[in-house]
C-alpha cells in the first residue's frame, strides 16, 4: 500500500565524473560535466550536492576516484562521461568493475539500444553499471547530446517515449539500495515504481 502522508524529499549527493585526458590537461574545454549537471538539474526534484571530479583516463585514478565519491563523500549515485570505448585509453568499464559489489549489466544494454537509434557505432560502446555500498554507479557516453539521449529515451515527434531512458529506473534502484527517495520531473522523466513503493512527497 502506499504511502499517502507527503514527506519532505531528502537531499541526494551525486557525484559526476568525466574522464578525458585532453579536457583534465585542459586541451580543451571539458563538456561532460556541465551536460551531467544539466540534465540531472531538470530531471530530479531533489536537493542536490554536487560532488564534481574531472579525471583523465588511468584506470587506478578512475577506481580512487570512484571510491572516494562513494566511501568518503557519500554519494547515492555516481555518473561518469567518457572513456567507455574499445581504444586503449578507454578503460573507465574496467575501473567502474574494480570497485563493484554488484553488476547491473541491464543498463549498459539499454543505453545500448538507446544509441542504436542514431548510430550503428553504439555497439562499439561499453558503459555498464554497478552498486559499491550503497550507491548506483553508471557509465554513459561522453558527448553532450548522447548523455541525454540515454538518460531521459527516445520520444517521437508528438513527446511520446518511444524508448525508455536509464534514468528511468535509478531512483527505484536506489530505493532498493537503500538511499533517499528521488522524485523526478515527470516533463524530462517520469521515474518508475511498483504502486507498493511510490510515496506522496512535498515539492517545491
Known sequence: MSDLTP???????????SISDRASS?????????ALQDWLGRAVCNPITWVPRLIPDEREGIAAALRDL??????????????????PRDVTPEAT?????????GFGEQMRQISLRFVPTAILSRQTAVIRKQALILNLPGQPKSIA??????????GRSVVPGIFAAVPYCIDLIGGPYIETDAQVCAAFRPKSA???VLTT
Open 97 to 105: 568493475l574494480d570497485v563493484a559489489d554488484k553488476e547491473m549489466p
Open 26 to 34: 585542459g586541451v580543451y574545454v571539458d563538456k561532460g560535466l556541465p
Open 7 to 17: 514527506t519532505p524529499l531528502d537531499e541526494v549527493r551525486i557525484g559526476v565524473v
Open 149 to 158: 539521449e540515454t538518460l531521459e529515451g527516445v520520444r517521437d515527434v508528438e
Open 198 to 200: 511510490q510515496r506522496t
Open 70 to 87: 562513494v566511501d568518503v563523500q557519500g554519494c547515492h549515485l555516481v555518473l561518469t562521461t567518457g572513456g567507455t570505448g574499445p581504444a
